[in-house]
Structures are given as C-alpha cells and as structure tokens.
C-alpha cells in the first residue's frame, strides 16, 4: 500500500468522524487496490480497539499508557522507542518485546513499567506504524540451497529469505546488493527479499551515491506517469492568472546563483529588486509562484510530499520536483514569471519600518553568478555602461544594506560560522547557522535577505493567527560542547558559559570571536557546527537558536526545494484568496491583508472557520513526515561527505599527518587532521610504549612511566593505519606528539 498506518492514524483525531472517502483522497487512494488496502487496515485497527466506526465514519480512540515512537537499537539486541517530545523519556524495549519490529520503524509502544529516577521505562510494540526500511543494503550468503541476504547495518537484527525470481544469486554471493522487502516477518517466518541491484563485490567497489541512496532509501527517479503530469503543464502563462497580480516587471530584476554543474535542470528560486522609496530603500525578495503550478492533493503534490526535501549528494541533486516543473517555474531572463513578492522597507539603521506581501509577475533583466557579482563588487571602475546600474543596485544591496541587516542579527545574539561550505539553501538551512566565507562573502550576505524574509513572513502569519508552519532550533546540549570548551582553553582560548543554566546565541558568538583570533580556527569552527541541532518544523512559535530569534519564523523562500516551504506559499496564496479584509461586508474601510499596516487593525477572523480548522488539521499531520524527511537528508548528505572522506584516507593508508587531539576516552583518543578535518581514532591497544590510564577529569590519556600524555587539544603526528569504508571509520597510530604529562595529571580521579 502507499500509505503507512502512521499517515492514515495522522488523519483522524478522537474528537471529529471521518468518512472513508475522505481518508481515501487525503491518502491518494485513487485506485481499487489500494482502496481495498485501507478498508483492511481499518478494520485491522477498529479490531485491535485503536480506531472506533459510527455510523460508516471513523474516529481515533484514546488509549492510556500508548505513545507513538521511533525505534532505535543496537547491535547487542537492545532497543530504545523514542518519542517525538523533545523533554519526553526514552522507553526501553526488550529484544522479546519487539513484535517483529525493525529499527528505525515508527511503532505504537504500550508501558508496561514505569520508569524511575535511575531506570527508563520499558514498553512493548503494539503495532508497526511505518516501516523504515523497506529495502536496505546487504551482502548475499548460500544457506541450504537458498539465498539469504545478510543486512550490512548489524542494528536490523535478522536475514532475509532471497526470491530468486530468475536471478543468478550464485554469481552474487558475498557482493554488496541492494534488497527491496517483499514482506516483513509475520509470526515465526521470515522476511522475505529480493534483489534489486548487486552494486559491487564490496562496498569500496560500489559508487557512494548508490550506497548513501540504497541505505537511506531515497528515490532516485520519479514514476513515468509523475514525469508526464509535470510534462503536461502550459507553458505560457495566461493572461487571467495575471488579473490579480501586481506587475513589477518595470523593475530592474536580477538572480544570484551558484556555478553549477547540475545534471538536471537547476531551479532559479528567487530573484531580488532594489528601488529608492520614500527616503529609504525598499528590497524586493521575489520567490517562484509553484504553488500555481501544484495544486493540493494532486500527484505532483503527493510525489513532493513523500520527498519533503531536495536531498544534496556532491553534484547529485535528487530534486523535489521533476524537470517539467522546472522549466515553468525557474526565474530566468527575458521572461515574465509568476511569484511571490516580498517588499520590505528599510530605515537607515537597516531595521524593517514596514513590508508587503503580494502575488506578482516578475521578469528578471540579468542572471549572475556569486563569482561575477564578486567581480562587479571587486572591479566597479571596469564595469560596462549597460551595466552601470546594476552594479550601483548591487552595492548600495551588498555592500550598505546587508551589513546593516547582518548587524540587527547579531545585535539580537545570532552569529555566523567562518566556514567554506555552503547549504543549497539561501537562508540557513538544514544547519539552522549562517556559514560566513573569506572568498566568497556575498553568499553569506545575501543570506541576509533570506532570513530576514523568513521573520517578515513569520511575524505576519503569526500577527494575523493563520496557521503556518514554523520553523525553529533548539539549543545544543550541554554534553555536546564540554569537550569543545575545553579543547579551546587547553589552546589557550578562555571559554566559558555565561550562564552555567543553559547555553546561548550569545555564547557561540563569543566563541566564534575567540576562535578567530586561534590558529586551530578551520578545527574549532567546524566541531561547533557539529553541536547544533537540526532545525525542526513546529505548528506554533517556537525560538530558533542559530538566528538568535524568539518569534515566529518560517522557511519560505524555496518552495521548489522544501515542501514546507510550499505550504507556506499556498498558505499565502489562501490568505489572498479566503481572508475578509473588512469586519462585515457593509463595512467601507478594508486592511490590506498582505501589509505590515494591517497589524492591530483586525479584531476578526480572517479565514473561514472551516479552512482555518483545515490547514491546521494538515499542518499536524504533515510536520512530523518533514521533520523526519529532513533527517534522512542530513543523514544522507554526511553518510556521502563520511564515505568520500574514507575514501579519500584509504588511499593515503601509511601517510603521516599533523592532527589536533579532540576527543579522548578510556578507548583511545580522537584526531582532527587539520588540513583535511578529518576524524581518525587512536586506540589505546595501539599505544605500545607504556601502559596509559585514563584520566577523565582531565581529558587525558597517561603513561604510567614516560610520563607521556595525550590530552584535548595536544597536537600529535598520526599514521593512517586503515580505513573501514562502509562504516567510515579511520584507525590512526602515533608517530610523533603529545605533552608532558603534570603531577595533578596523575592523580587517580
């Protein structure tokens, strides 16, 4: 079925009845099949006492002591359930208790024990709500006559029985295949598999982004009759989708974009404007309008909807949307486009006096480059007279508003991050953290703009109390930026909390100030960037660390990348549609519902009861899918970044390097290779000179008669002794390095 008990439990709720026709078109449900599938299903779970008929309509039953869940295992055989909840406690679930569960799986987990203050509490499956792997990596072994695939990823505790459907299995033993689950156990038998790729006869044979695809799970082409629905969309845009729009196809319009050496068709999202109004300058952020282009519901929606997300591997884009939406949505020159408009009005201290949201047409006049604005920026004596204005358009953007929104940032407690890498998004991205770059700083800057778009539209959404969804971050962890801080004073950087309660904006940018002025900078800033947490999506307000901002913010400004982001153009798009601009309809004085002059002018409701209920219905069912949606990109998008790493030390396997020790435990002690950061470890086995203890009050390893140590922060000489690829592990010797050890370092702790 395409659906998943977690997406069809999602649309009901205990207090409403839903018909099954409604469940079928909120769940694409178009054919026989699989309306015969969800008629199973809910009889299943009316039988099982979680879902209640009345009168043909169904409803969600409250169960005591029943939480929804994300199995996470080990490989010893042990599992923890873990909710959604950021404060709520992990549930511990014994192999026995399992119910034929995988890892990774979203289940239904009933207490069985309460937890204490020293002890989880422990829980058993109750149902299998979403299957997390429905096919995964394995190697292939004879056994009896048969096949069995042996899953690489030795936390899914099983093997599968292989249908050989005709295929040669004998030629494939001990190769590294990808393996779709034709069906998970049911009672004593087995899954069973097949077959879907051999990749290689190892890991290290296979290209890396079939692995990071086949391990994640992750679509690599959309279904033929998806391609032809995008094929099918006009190509010309008709006059009456226009009526409504205001024209600002006068305007002087321009796009910055990377270099990009995109198989596919790379989408221009967002174009920019800049015009001298009323003794100030107002900003234009114009986004594509493809929202216009995807209606709810349809099979375009739903194909982006399963996505979630454009997923990044190297120059391998595995897009949101296919090539057809592309064409018609991309912001390129010399022709009108349908957007949406930001208009933002900025005072002389860079601080927003007023904004407008509107739909438009836009044409765009030049298509640059960051590298060529950086020329234009770099050279203006050489420019063209064409080009004049422009380049005057450009600086009085780049070089006097930016800074001046970039100072309102930082004045809040936000901080950026001296790093030469670079999310595919303009705003901040997945990292939820502006990353600054010394070659390449218009990047960063016009970030700026992004973020700023994403509070502009956020504080209006919220002002208005339309339902949205909001986009926040939360602070690191404590456990998380120990070592950090002391590997900073053991460098002789004075780093400190300025709070011992909590961690703030205001902290990591101090510490980046610090951290600047070391000569271990490149190290230090990229563990800070391992200490943030991922954004997450919510249905309310909720703060967002990196950006140093408490109220409501949202992702908006790609919605050809993010299904979030779309939303939230259609969102916008309902508020121009739907919204009452005036109290009744007799009444002669009516608000702008797209301006910042609305605010504290309405004291009704805008929507529609029956939408207003609607979209937020549909926001929380679908915040949960990104949020998970997003993890396995980033998961995905490091897993590549990890085996390109491994790849890269596996064949310099017996060179030596200069590393910075940034991690030890009683195992050994971990190394950055600064040149190249990347993460090896030493074993302690490895250390043949002495006997070393551990001493982890202060961060070390001490030989009991050299008096070596090795401590956070020691700079060492390393040897690639091996490299486990698949796992992207990188064992390391000592060749040179390390300190004296003091006499406190002695001491038993």
């Known amino acids: 079925m395409d659906f998943s008990i977690a997406a069809l439990l999602a649309h009901l709720s205990d207090d409403k009845l839903v018909a099954a026709k409604m469940l079928e078109k909120k769940l694409g449900c178009e054919d026989d099949e699989n ?29 005591e002591s029943v939480v929804e869940a994300k199995l996470r295992c080990s490989s010893k055989g042990f599992c923890f359930a873990i909710q959604d909840e950021e404060d709520a406690d992990d549930i511990y679930v014994r192999e026995s208790h399992l119910s034929n569960a995988w890892n990774g799986d979203r289940v239904l987990v009933k207490i069985i024990k ?77 899954p069973l598999g097949q077959v879907t790729r051999v990749l290689g006869s190892d890991a290290e044979a296979a290209a890396d982004t079939d692995i990071v695809c086949c391990k994640h799970d992750l679509p690599q082409a959309f279904a033929d009759a998806i391609l032809k629905v995008a094929d099918s969309l006009p190509t010309v845009i008709n006059p009456a989708d226009t ?79 296919p090539d057809g939406v592309t064409q018609r949505c991309s912001l390129v020159s010399g022709e009108n486009r349908l957007s949406i408009s930001i208009l933002i009005n900025l005072d002389d201290k860079g601080q927003v006096s007023e904004f407008e949201i509107c739909p438009s047409v836009i044409s765009v006049d030049h298509a640059l480059t960051y590298q060529r604005v950086q020329t234009l920026l ?15 358009r450009l600086q009085t953007l780049l070089l006097n508003l930016c800074p001046l929104i970039k100072a309102q940032r930082l004045q809040r407690g936000s901080f950026e991050i001296q790093f030469e890498k670079f999310t595919a998004y303009k705003d901040e991205g997945r990292k939820g953290v502006i990353f600054a770059s010394s070659t390449l700083p218009v990047r960063s800057l016009l970030s700026e703009l992004a973020v700023l ?94 950006l140093a901002y408490q109220e409501g913010y949202v992702h908006c400004v790609s919605p050809g990348q993010r299904y979030g982001d779309l939303w939230i153009q259609r969102v916008i798009k309902t508020l ?13 004085n009516a608000v702008n519902l797209g301006s910042s002059t609305s605010h504290g002018q309405i004291n009704w409701n805008i929507l529609p009861t029956a939408i207003q209920e609607s979209l937020t219905e549909e926001f929380h069912a679908i915040i949960a899918h990104l949020n998970e949606r997003d993890k396995i990109a980033e998961d995905a998008e490091k897993d590549l970044e990890g085996l390109k790493k491994a790849e890269k030390m596996k064949a310099r396997t017996g060179q030596v390097f200069r590393g910075l020790i940034t991690g030890v435990q009683s195992y050994g002690f971990f190394v950055e290779i600064e040149d190249l950061l990347v993460e090896g470890l030493v074993h302690v086995s490895s250390l043949k000179d002495d006997w070393y203890e551990y001493r982890a009050r ?29 796992r992207q592990q990188i064992d390391l010797v000592t060749v040179g390095g390390g300190s004296t050890a003091r006499n406190e370092d002695l001491e038993e702790d």
């Open 114 to 190: 309460e937890g204490t203050r020293r002890r989880s509490p422990e829980g058993e499956v109750k149902l299998v709500l979403e299957r997390a792997n429905p096919s995964l990596l394995a190697q292939v072994k004879q056994d009896n006559g048969g096949f069995l695939a042996v899953p690489l990823d030795d936390r899914l505790l099983f093997e599968l029985t292989l249908r050989q459907n005709g295929q040669d299995l004998a030629s494939a033993i001990d190769h590294l295949v990808h393996v779709s689950v034709l069906r998970y156990p049911i009672g004593e038998h087995p």
């Open 35 to 63: 309306i015969q599938k969800l008629q199973i299903a809910l009889d299943a779970l009316e039988k099982i006492g979680l879902v209640t008929k009345e009168r043909g309509k169904y409803r969600k039953n409250k169960e």
């Open 378 to 392: 770099s050279n203006p004596d050489e420019v063209e007279p064409t080009q004049q204005a422009l380049v005057e």
């Open 576 to 588: 121009f549609a739907e919204g009452r601009d005036r109290r009744n309809k007799i009444a002669k």
């Open 453 to 546: 778009a994403g509070i502009v539209v956020g504080k209006h959404l919220s002002t208005l109390e339309i339902p949205a969804i909001y986009c926040g971050q939360p602070e690191p962890d404590w456990d998380e930026l120990e070592d950090l801080i002391k590997l900073s004073n053991n460098l002789g950087l004075d780093l400190s909390l300025s709070t011992e309660e909590e961690v703030s904006s205001q902290d990591y940018q101090a510490f980046t100030l610090a951290f600047a002025t070391s000569s271990a900078q490149k190290v230090l800033n990229f563990m800070l960037q391992t200490t943030l947490k991922p954004v997450k999506y919510s249905s309310h307000p909720i703060p967002h660390f990196g």
């Open 243 to 321: 009526e409504q729009r205001r024209d600002l196809t006068d305007l002087l319009t321009f796009t910055i974009e990377n270099e990009t050496t995109d198989h596919g068709l790379w989408l221009i999202e967002n174009a920019f404007t800049i015009e001298p109004i009323d003794q100030q300058w107002q900003i234009g952020l114009h986004i594509t309008d493809v929202a216009h282009y995807i209606e709810p519901d349809s099979s375009l929606d739903r194909a982006a909807k399963k996505r979630g997300t454009s997923v990044y591997l190297g120059e391998r884009r595995l897009p949101l949307l």
């Open 698 to 726: 202060h961060s070390c390893l001490v030989g009991r008669k050299n008096r070596t140590a090795y401590r956070l922060g020691d700079e060492v000489e390393v040897e690639v002794k091996n490299v486990d690829y698949y």
